[in-house]
């Protein structure tokens, strides 16, 4: 039963929903086509005539007759209201003229396309503004999946970039590569950078883009397919500045390596991408040795770099020291030896400290089969000291078979490996052995303990498979040779093999692929795919076209091929057809440049392919397939087809083949005590060499009691957090996390005094340890592999763990996205009137999803997205948290942003004071362990604070309000708040600031409020200036009131034309749009004029006698003076055919075969009765319930694609000329029809009737029945 409380709560929202619609109107000057009343612009805005040119891409694939609207706005958060800059019936507006407020320069775009099931694009916008103008990238497609996007400024300031590709044969790329500009909070478009590098080669440059100032970071991005690049560095040059930005990319970029690869000016970034290095490069060879032994006095830095696999067999590798080592010793080789990776690579983190005397080996010398030397330092050569701990690998997964590709990568299709017995190694496996050879059972068994259904056996030699060599390196360990399954077996060590010791060299490694189907669906002869200059599958829908035959992919020789064939193989494909006239007359050997021949390896499956052009696959066509066919590969048949799913083919198919392998769980965090040595942690004790543990420290080890025994490689009972503080990786006064790696056992350890604590030496034997500092990633790592509450393990769940192969996933648009999921989030929802600084207007936000997990957070992030409209004098708390020492940030008497921790005087002043009516982001981030406390302003860091107090975050979240007390009330809108569990870093909080603004264009039309107090402001400005404008630049002639229903859509001409027989739509006074209307007068009596009218139900073709028509319709009645002879015509959509009809006054309208593009209505005038066949119900909630509109609908409305709801009664989100035709009140001929207001339904069920379709849907605040019309 419903109670009066609900009926009360559902009245005040109603009234609420109804004030945000009731902006201010005036009666607005005369401008044809244009409404009476107008919208006011807000007081204290000014407003600016823009001219808009949109550049189309045309293409078969781009459908310009598309719904699309443009925001502008600047850096600020200040915007305009929506453009529209196309639309389905006139298609795109390639220059349009519109007055919106004023926004001084335009920044960035904001753009939605607003129909369903179409892709749009455009070459460029520019945009005008006073003899100004600004130019802006298309950057993407708009669709279904993407329907809305930001384009940035295109710029024209001059770069010079110098590039330099690595010099192995294997860095070259025919890729596009593409770069970013990041630099003072501003970033460039995406811009071409070069299409294709060669190896060794120094490219210079010259490219244009937006001014981004001081260059911080750039992004390369490679889109090639499975062509890496290995990029050196990039130094860029500015035509009007001297300086040169070096950066030091020393990266693999594209597919298998990371797609996008963003490189900071500062060469030491520990949490940018990591720097590939080769095995034989030494620490010295990375550091800049001037003044290094000062920098590294009483303290350690770290850098990211990633090894390649087969380093333990590098030729020019060298090891000085074990665990610890000097610069001259190469830094792979030394990390598979200290344990830190495998042969099979990985990414380590390298610490760098000051140079000590003396580098020690290990007794035994060799480790992991990599002897290393003793090192003694000379005093005229400049040297320091590093060592390594792990980060991240492809042995860190669970599996204990895995399948690695020709880069060293996880892979469904490449070499198979198998985890060694009793080592953290990998072996592959060689096909045959004495007693047993590798069968496509054993294949079918590796892949399903990898979670594939299926597998088969690739029996092509893996040194030159699709043209890339998979086999391992010389001296890379082997596992097993020749397993045998019967495909009963639980695993695959259950397997039948022979020994490892059987293998000779790895040139027999087994090669298997993994599918996602099953036996039943696996590749059956005569399957075709396209390839592309490696062997990979076509990208761009041109390559090598390839059969399956006897167990293997081959080549198709030209020879008897017809065009008909090229036809069937897009399509079978799945594509829409020939790219221009196809390729399969070109030779193979010159393809855009390319040799796409297939390689003296492949087979040549078949030849003679004869189709007809009516076969549905190509198999079906005649033609021959055997061992002995007589053609060389420069007769391989090339393909080029175009369409489809946006050309992706190639992409879908290898999306099939992914593999994802579950990550080993990393070691929970250990909380230390001063005291806490290895020995005293169980898990600390028996961990081996090359083991990785995170910890945290307390402040002030460096007072208690304890030896420490030697220097950056410490003794088992030295203490831990005190010899953290001695090496440099821990202050003395602040709590924070290290990271441990356990070393080899030692017989020497040297002595110093660091950072005043006395380390001694130490000549017996030991285990020991390293300390070093923890990244981003690691401390993530660590929370993922042990969530500490609910909110945290949802987070795991949502967040990828797992190595993906696919290069496919584009998780960069423009920059690169965060993977942090905030533990809290409240987004204003559709409706919200804001907070206008009463009593109760405040959010509670106690029992709203995960805020309990706010509580007893210690390192957090706030992000607030905020616009803040009036209450100037006095305090305005934005949001609180918690009593006495929790937090709220607040807007003080003096309009300045402030912090405070609850009950403390101290407050943190930010001299930051947001202007009414603009919207800013604002980030507050707090470290625990050093106590400091940042505030970001869209995206700016402009506080940073050390603290002595922490935040103590145990109450609830109030938004809007002050926690401590009923008053402090917030006035203007929050849009968003967002709280995480951690301290985001500056890119990320970047990354929030675009969402936000993506977040604001798509609530752009949810209903715009205004306090209370704007208002009361508003009104007394308005005395004192002078004419007030509308939005669309015009002036007005009356107060700007609040007028809820006015329809500001009604465009009706505010001074009357008065007409006369001959004139009709073709007159150059009616130059409008669809929906424009335009009151009107005859003059003359029209009843017996010779002049005709074509068409009936209210559509008229454009050549007909306006005023001949208005009496046809009975809208006019002639011979009754001055009281019926004013009406309005309105401009509605052409029809196909325009039928006869008998009207008033027996006036007889003549047919229309001939289709039009617009149609004329005639209405009284007030009436608005003229829809067209996709006019929905909307404009009813506007209505009361029981109001009751007689409306005029076109013919055909059944056949429409729009979409109704509800059977008899009915949603308002349907059309409602077909939904009248679905009740019965209606025919398919159109004519008038009655609609009642009713009121709101729990459910709308679907059906079909007079054989249209309706749908079910939710509940609406408000239906429609209709009636059939009755002549009075």
């Not at 204290?44 to 550049?55: A, K, Q, V």
């Not at 329907?147 to 044969?169: C, H, M, R, W």
């Not at 090339?638 to 099939?656: A, F, M, R, T, Y």
Request: glycine share 6%.
């Amino acid at each position: 039963m419903i109670k009066f409380k609900d009926i009360l709560i559902f009245i005040n929202i109603y009234i609420l929903i109804l004030n945000a619609y009731c902006k201010e109107w005036c009666k607005a000057t005369f401008e044809y086509g244009k409404s009476d009343y107008a919208e006011c612009i807000s007081e204290g805005d000014s407003i600016s005539r823009y001219m808009i040119e949109t550049i189309p891409i045309l293409s078969k694939d781009v459908d310009l007759y598309s719904n699309v609207s443009l925001v502008l706005s600047n850096g600020y958060g200040s915007k305009t209201k929506e453009i529209i800059i196309g639309n389905e019936n006139d298609g795109l507006l390639n220059k349009i003229f519109t007055v919106r407020s004023d926004i001084g320069n335009p920044e960035y775009i904001h753009i939605k396309l607003n129909s369903q099931n179409k892709n749009w694009k455009c070459k460029k916008i520019t945009v005008w503004k006073d003899y100004k103008y600004w130019v802006f990238d298309c950057i993407g497609s708009l669709n279904d999946k993407k329907p809305e996007s930001t384009y940035f400024l295109s710029g024209n300031k001059i770069y010079i970039a110098y590039v330099q590709t690595g010099k192995d044969i294997e860095a070259a790329t025919t890729g596009t590569i593409e770069i970013i500009l990041l630099g003072n909070n501003k970033r460039s478009n995406t811009k071409v950078l070069h299409e294709g590098f060669s190896a060794g080669g120094l490219k210079k440059i010259k490219f244009q883009a937006s001014d981004v100032g001081e260059l911080e970071d750039i992004i390369l991005i490679n889109n090639s397919l499975n062509d890496p690049w290995y990029c050196d560095f990039v130094k860029i040059k500015s035509d009007n500045n001297n300086k040169i930005y070096i950066f030091n990319v020393k990266s693999w970029i594209g597919a298998p390596y990371d797609k996008n690869v963003k490189v900071n000016i500062k060469s030491d970034t520990i949490e940018g991408t990591s720097k590939d290095i080769d095995c034989h490069i030494r620490a010295i060879d990375l550091i800049n040795t001037n003044n290094i032994n000062k920098l590294l006095q009483n303290k350690v830095q770290i850098f990211k770099v990633r090894c390649p696999q087969n380093c333990h067999n590098s030729e020019f590798a060298i090891i000085e020291g074990s665990s610890i080592h000097p610069s001259s010793t190469s830094i792979c080789a030394a990390a598979i030896h200290d344990g830190s990776i495998s042969p099979s690579g990985g990414e380590i983190i390298v610490t760098v400290a000051s140079e000590l005397n003396h580098y020690y080996t290990i007794k035994e010398k060799i480790f992991n089969e990599l002897e290393a030397l003793d090192f003694s330092a000379k005093a005229d050569e400049k040297n320091f000291t590093f060592f390594t701990y792990h980060l991240d690998s492809i042995d860190d997964i669970i599996s204990n078979v895995r399948i690695v590709d020709s880069f060293g990568k996880l892979s469904s299709l490449g070499r198979l490996e198998i985890r060694l017995k009793n080592k953290n190694s990998w072996g592959t496996v060689c096909v045959k052995g004495p007693n047993f050879e590798f069968n496509d059972d054993a294949a079918k068994r590796a892949c399903k303990d990898l979670g594939f259904p299926n597998g088969i056996h690739i029996k092509e030699n893996c040194a030159n498979l699709n043209g890339q060599n998979y086999c391992a390196g010389y001296k890379y360990p082997f596992a097993s040779s020749g397993i045998l399954c019967t495909g009963h077996e639980k695993d695959i060590s259950k397997c039948n093999a022979d020994d490892f010791s059987h293998c000779v060299d790895h040139h027999d490694d087994v090669i298997i692929q993994c599918l996602h189907y099953s036996s039943n669906e696996l590749i059956n002869d005569g399957a075709i795919r396209l390839v592309d200059i490696n062997g990979a599958p076509s990208n761009n829908g041109i390559g090598r076209l390839q059969i399956y035959y006897h167990g293997v992919f081959g080549s198709v020789c030209s020879e008897g091929w017809v065009k008909e064939a090229e036809n069937i193989v897009c399509h079978e494909l799945g594509y829409n057809g020939l790219k221009g006239n196809g390729f399969s007359h070109h030779s193979c050997t010159d393809i855009s440049g390319e040799n796409l021949c297939g390689p003296d390896t492949e087979k040549i499956n078949a030849v003679n392919i004869k189709c007809k052009g009516d076969e549905k696959l190509l198999r079906n066509c005649p033609h021959e397939t055997h061992d002995d066919i007589y053609c060389s590969h420069d007769e391989d048949v090339i393909v080029g087809c175009v369409g489809g799913d946006n050309n992706s083919h190639g992409e879908e198919q290898n999306k099939k083949h992914l593999i994802n392998l579950e990550k080993k769980k990393f070691h929970p965090k250990i909380e230390l005590t001063c005291f806490d040595k290895m020995l005293s942690k169980s898990n600390l004790s028996v961990a081996t060499t090359g083991d990785v543990f995170l910890a945290s420290c307390p402040e002030k080890c460096d007072e208690e009691v304890g030896i420490v025994k030697g220097t950056f490689l410490y003794t088992y009972d030295s203490p831990i957090c005190k010899s953290a503080i001695h090496s440099g990786v821990l202050p003395n006064n602040i709590a924070e996390d290290i990271v441990l790696s356990i070393a080899h056992t030692h017989n020497n350890f040297i002595g110093t005094k660091r950072n005043n604590i006395e380390s001694h030496d130490f000549k017996g034997t030991s285990k020991s340890f390293t300390i070093s500092i923890p990244t981003m990633s690691l401390l993530r790592e660590e929370r993922k592999s042990n969530p500490k509450s609910e909110d945290e393990m949802i987070n795991k769940n949502e967040i990828d763990l797992t190595y993906d192969h696919s290069v496919f996933n584009n998780k960069l648009d423009h920059h690169i996205t965060s993977s942090m999921k905030p533990t809290f989030q409240w987004i204003a929802p559709t409706g919200f009137v804001g907070f206008n600084g009463k009593e109760n207007d405040y959010i509670d936000c106690t029992n709203l999803p995960n805020e309990k997990y706010i509580r007893s957070l210690s390192n957090f992030t706030f992000i607030v997205y905020f616009t803040l409209n009036g209450g100037e004098g006095t305090w305005r708390t934005i949001l609180s948290h918690s009593l006495c020492e929790g937090i709220s940030i607040s807007i003080n008497e003096d309009n300045e942003l402030i912090i405070e921790q609850n009950c403390n005087p101290h407050l943190l002043k930010s001299k930051f004071k947001p202007k009414f009516g603009q919207t800013y982001h604002i980030s507050l981030v707090f470290n625990k362990i050093n106590k400091t406390l940042y505030l970001y302003i869209n995206g700016k860091k402009v506080i940073t604070e050390k603290n002595t107090y922490n935040f103590t975050l145990s109450g609830d979240l109030i938004i809007g309000r002050s926690n401590q007390t009923t008053k402090d009330y917030f006035i203007g809108n929050i849009h968003l708040v967002e709280i995480y569990k951690y301290t985001l870093s500056e890119q990320e909080i970047k990354e929030s600031l675009n969402s936000s603004l993506s977040l604001e264009y798509l609530n752009m039309n949810i209903l715009e409020q205004m306090s209370n107090t704007k208002k009361d402001k508003k009104k007394n400005q308005k005395n004192k200036k002078g004419v007030q404008k509308t939005i669309d630049g015009r002036d007005c002639v009356t107060p700007c009131k609040s007028k809820n229903m006015i329809n500001k859509d009604l465009q009706i001409n505010t001074q009357q034309i008065n007409l006369k027989c001959q004139d009709n739509l073709l007159s150059e006074q009616f130059n409008g749009k669809i929906g424009s209307q335009f009151l009107v007068s005859c003059i003359e009596n029209c009843t017996k004029s010779k002049y005709f009218i074509k068409g009936t139900n209210n559509y008229y073709t454009p050549d007909s006698s306006i005023c001949k028509a208005a009496i046809h319709a009975g809208i006019y009645k002639p011979n009754m003076g001055n009281k019926n002879n004013t009406f309005i015509i309105r401009i509605v959509e052409g029809l196909l055919e325009y039928k006869s009809s008998r009207g008033h006054f027996g006036i007889l309208s003549k047919s229309e075969k001939q289709s039009q593009l617009r149609s004329f209505s005639v209405l009284s005038e007030n009436e608005e009765n003229i829809f067209t066949c996709s006019t929905d119900g909307q404009f009813i909630l506007n209505l009361s319930v029981g109001e009751k509109r007689t409306i005029n609908c076109p013919s055909n409305c059944n056949i429409i694609k729009d979409k109704i709801y509800g059977t008899n009664i009915y949603s308002p989100t349907s059309v409602l000329c077909k939904a009248a035709i679905h009740s019965g009140a209606l025919s398919n001929q159109g004519g008038l029809v009655e609609i009642i207001v009713g009121t709101g339904q729990e459910e709308f069920k679907g059906s079909t009737q007079n054989n249209v379709e309706s749908f079910s849907s939710n509940n609406h605040s408000r239906s429609i029945t209709f009636n059939k019309h009755m002549e009075l």
